[in-house]
């Protein structure tokens, strides 16, 4: 009785320690669509090895196998620091930057071994997000005024050691998602700007595979499903010509799917190396849409009541026009290659650090928008750990991004004319994360 109400009180804890998150998570975004700072161990060495490295309870979200490596009841709360350079420079000299209020992306963990085969866990993090501003009237506003994606992820989890060789895990979660997106009106049905703010509840599942051969040389599958995000919200037309109003909406896009492959092998006792190779499959990110429930919500300006006098066909087609607004994506699948190292100073501490490459997601260069300016990436990090006691680790993480690819910004969707080009797309990030073992 003593052991179970013992374990009992410990789970209460740490449920108590994640559960405070939640409240954190609510907040969280960061520049980008797709996130990968849930871990602040595994951004010290750029992610290499995700989820079976076995340091940090992050392995729920990266690869639920993992788990296996985690010995009792383990809790881990983390938070990362971004901040955006997202610096414009059009033909005509126009400078502006999409850099917003900088951001914090949290994250908690908690694993729990049941017995010598069984573990059960909960990861709530926020797996895409997105934070970017520019001014209201800024040269290319028809490309993007303003963005940001907020998630929280509810995940729990279970994971299975069939032998020494292999584990196995898997888990569903509940996605919460809210967007808000401005943006001036696309060429054709006027000027002013287009705003929507919308959120929504969905479900996702992520499983998991690992492999150890020898005792030092481990190897990782893990699969996260994509989401069809459907938020409900109010959708706004200000400033048209022709028509503006508000009312109800929805907003339409599908997160991509991914699968990563890792690897992790001690070579001499203090010495980790590790490997990641991420697939995202941004084929799914063809666009965002959003409609208006009833296009009878706008309004005619009196100009826009002569063009319907006019030319009642036109004016149907503006309001048409208006109530379902689209940007195009037509992504392509990105990938990210990574590798890191750990070294063991001492038994209290350990350094680490990483270098990879993201590929541009942006199948054709004259669809980059404003709000996701993506392209090729690289990245250089670093980070530390510290263990006071065997109870309780820190660890912290700092990382930077460069954009190193196609930066151009075109007139429109369809247009060869581009009108300026994103001189700097760069994010600094620094993380900060606290595990204990009961």
């Given amino acids: 009785m003593t052991t179970k109400n013992s374990t009992f009180g410990k789970l209460t804890v740490a449920a108590a320690l994640c559960s405070s998150a939640i409240m954190c998570a609510t907040t969280a975004s960061a520049a980008g669509f797709q996130l990968t700072e849930q871990s602040v161990a595994g951004m ?10 076995g340091d940090d309870v992050s392995a729920i979200h990266f690869n639920p196998a993992g788990m296996t490596l985690l010995h009792g009841l383990q809790t881990t709360v983390a938070g990362t620091y971004v901040s955006l350079d997202i610096d414009y420079k059009g033909l005509k000299g126009q400078r502006e930057n ?32 997105m934070r970017i501003r ?3 009237d800024w040269a290319a506003h028809e490309r993007g005024i303003s963005g940001s994606v907020t998630t929280v992820d509810i995940n729990p989890s279970i994971a299975w050691k069939v032998n020494d060789y292999v584990s196995l895990g ?10 808000k997106i401005k943006s001036g009106i696309p060429e054709g ?8 703010k ?29 989401a069809h995000v459907t938020t409900r919200g109010d959708y706004y037309i200000r400033g048209n010509n022709y028509m503006n109003g508000e009312g109800d909406g929805k907003g339409r896009l599908q997160t991509p799917e991914t ?13 980790r190396l590790s490997g990641l190779a991420r697939w995202a499959n941004w084929k799914k990110f063809e666009n965002m849409r959003f409609s208006m429930d009833d296009p009878n919500n706008l309004q005619k300006t009196q100009f826009g009541q002569m063009v319907s006098i006019g030319s009642p066909g036109l004016a149907g087609m503006l309001q048409t026009g208006l109530s379902n607004i689209s940007i195009q994506n037509d992504w392509k699948a990105a990938w990210l290659f990574s590798l890191g190292a750990d070294l063991d100073i001492t038994d209290q501490w350990t350094i680490r650090g990483g270098i990879a490459l993201e590929t541009d997601p942006i199948k054709h260069q004259q669809l980059r928008t404003a709000l996701i300016p993506d392209t090729k990436r690289l990245w250089l990090t670093c980070g530390l750990s510290w ?41 600094w990030m620094a993380g900060a994360a606290v595990t204990y073992r009961f």
């Fill in 189 to 196: 049905v006027g000027d002013g700007q287009f705003e929507y």
């Fill in 387 to 427: 263990k006071p006691t065997p109870k309780w680790q820190i660890d912290m993480a700092y990382g930077h991004i460069r954009g190193i690819g196609h930066r151009d910004l075109y007139q429109s969707d369809t247009s060869n004319v581009k009108v300026g080009k994103f001189e700097k797309m760069n994010a």
């Fill in 44 to 53: 010290g060495r750029a992610h290499a090895g995700a989820g079976i490295v």
């Fill in 170 to 179: 898997g888990g569903v979660s509940a996605l919460w998602t809210h967007s």
């Fill in 259 to 271: 699968v990563y492959i890792s690897a992790t092998w001690k070579p001499i006792q203090r010495l």
């Fill in 134 to 136: 520019y001014g209201s």
């Fill in 198 to 226: 919308g959120s929504d509840w969905m479900f996702t599942y992520n499983l998991g595979l690992m492999v150890t051969p020898i005792e030092d040389l481990r190897f990782g599958v893990s699969y996260r499903s994509s």
């Fill in 98 to 129: 999409g850099r917003d209020k900088p951001a914090t992306v949290p994250a908690a963990f908690l694993s729990y071994q049941v017995n010598d085969s069984l573990w059960l866990g909960l990861a709530i993090t926020s797996p895409y997000g």
